[in-house]
């Protein structure tokens, strides 16, 4: 059973937006440590945003003030949404959690981890310019 699923992507034109929501099975939680991930062609995956279980949040400067990580832990679910979205945004985008919770640097959930528990299989988002 895949731990975490992944929807919501989709083709947009620059300067649109996109609902990413990502689901957990019972064998999951969100609840500790959630992040958004995504990996372009070529490139190395890297994390857009994290989320801790305190509601603490960090952002990759690329997407601050554009994109926003939400969780709902009594539905143990983890949503991103995109605004004015641009081409160097297009990637597979990974749902990821941590059953401990984040590293913390700095008092805040870690844009470099990468040793999370579970994951989800992707969703691609394409932006048109």
């Known amino acids: 059973q895949v731990p975490l699923v992944e929807s919501g992507g989709g083709s947009v034109r620059a300067g649109g937006s996109l609902k990413l929501a990502c689901a957990a099975s019972?064998?999951?939680?969100?609840?500790?440590?959630a992040a958004w991930l995504r990996q372009a062609p070529g490139s190395a995956r890297e994390a857009v945003a994290v989320i801790d279980m305190d509601g603490s949040t960090n952002y990759a400067d690329s997407v601050k003030g554009r994109f926003t990580i939400s969780k709902d832990n009594g539905e143990n679910s983890l949503t991103l949404e995109m605004n004015e979205l641009k081409p160097e945004d297009s990637a597979m985008y990974y749902c990821?959690?941590?059953?401990?919770?984040?590293?913390?640097?700095?008092?805040?959930?870690?844009?470099?981890?990468?040793?999370?528990?579970?994951w989800g299989q992707g969703t691609q988002v394409t932006v048109s310019s």
């Open positions: 019972r064998s999951a939680t969100l609840s500790k440590c």
């Open positions: 990821a959690a941590d059953r401990w919770g984040c590293t913390l640097i700095n008092g805040r959930p870690s844009m470099v981890q990468t040793d999370y528990t579970y």
